[in-house]
């Protein structure tokens, strides 16, 4: 391909996997590994497609049907640096066997708020430990006094200024370690760095959800799209009726418990050693909790940590405070 933004859209008559096939044989053949050869030896990647899973159809109307998707876009790493917004969606196959491919740059970008998400990577800065305890003494402070006096100008600034070197401080590391990323594939001898930041590229896309249907059957997207998710949550967890007080109560009388009040007493407090074998036995980069951080952080700063978790915890078993 040119070293140009290039992209390719029509009917490429083969398949990438097994996943884009359905009847037929169920077989890795020749032609799908030359096909997905010729993308690598062309540095481009097979972009993914909402919509109908499959784009072509031999029109059978009996067990011999086959659906595959043998019509997509490719393109090179310039042009998806270039559209990182664009999205392709396959359309319902109708008079032809084959159905066609709708397109959108999406040059306005939605703005969705991202959390924050904790790097492992940081830990290996030979500073980071007595920055995230400094930073987080001096937050700590500042919000203390804040919730004493929280519209004094000074404190306000001050928690700003705070929160900017934090951000600052992290994007620092986010281009120290890209650095090293990209010495480290120049030392394997791989000359492709574009077209695999370009696969992880996307691999962020593939895991976007752009829309998704309401209760309704409607589709929804944009600014609504999460609420239609916190919505749909609450249907699908929420009793459609009332517990009767009643049925509820003869229902306890014939439980037999198995934990007794002594059982309850000695469950909490948690001792710091029982407190400790539990997060250093979570494994380290399991999927991180609300506040973005995953085990790995905790164990590795557990000294600074660990009396926040302790009581945190022992306020959930004790005094029924959310965790």
């Known amino acids: 391909m040119p070293n140009i933004p290039c992209t390719l859209i029509g009917d490429f008559n083969n398949i990438c996997s097994l996943d884009e096939k359905e009847g037929g044989s169920q077989v890795i053949s020749h032609a799908m590994m030359n096909f997905n050869k010729l993308l690598s030896d062309c540095e481009v990647v097979s972009m993914n ?6 784009t072509w159809c031999n029109g059978h109307q009996d067990n011999s049907v086959i659906f595959e998707r043998l019509d997509r876009a490719v393109a090179n790493p310039d042009w998806v ?3 990182p917004n664009c999205e392709f969606q396959n359309l319902p196959i109708l008079r032809s066997d ?4 709708l397109f959108n740059s999406n040059d306005t970008p939605r703005r969705v708020p991202k959390a924050f998400k904790f790097e492992a990577m940081w830990l290996a800065h030979k500073d980071f430990d007595k920055v995230i305890r400094l930073i987080q003494e001096d937050l700590l402070l500042t919000h203390e006094q804040l919730a004493q006096n929280p519209f ?13 070197e934090l951000r600052t401080l992290l994007d620092q590391e986010e281009v120290f370690y890209a650095q090293k990323a990209r010495a480290n594939w120049l030392k394997l001898r791989d000359k492709n760095t574009k077209y695999f930041h370009t696969q992880a590229l996307i691999r962020r896309k593939r895991n ?3 829309r998704i249907r309401d209760p309704n ?9 999460h609420h239609t998710f916190i919505q749909a949550f609450k249907l699908r967890f929420t009793a459609d009726q009332i ?6 109560s003869n229902f306890l009388q014939v439980v037999e418990p198995c934990i007794t009040s002594q059982d309850n007493v000695n469950l909490a407090p948690v001792s710091d050693s029982e407190m400790e074998y539990a997060v250093l036995g979570i494994w380290p980069l399991k999927a991180p909790g609300p506040d973005g951080l995953q085990a790995v952080f905790y164990q590795t700063c557990w000294k600074n940590t660990k009396n926040k978790i302790k009581d945190l915890v022992n306020d959930f078993l004790i005094n029924n405070v959310p965790l």
């Open 49 to 54: 497609a909402s919509g109908a899973p499959f």
């Open 217 to 225: 059957g409607l589709w929804v997207e944009g600014d609504v799209l």
């Open 208 to 210: 976007q959800i752009t």
């Open 152 to 164: 004094n100008p000074y404190l306000l600034d001050k928690d700003l200024k705070l929160n900017t």
């Open 98 to 101: 084959h159905g066609p491919i």
């Open 81 to 83: 640096r270039l559209f």
């Open 243 to 248: 517990p009767n007080p009643l049925l509820m």
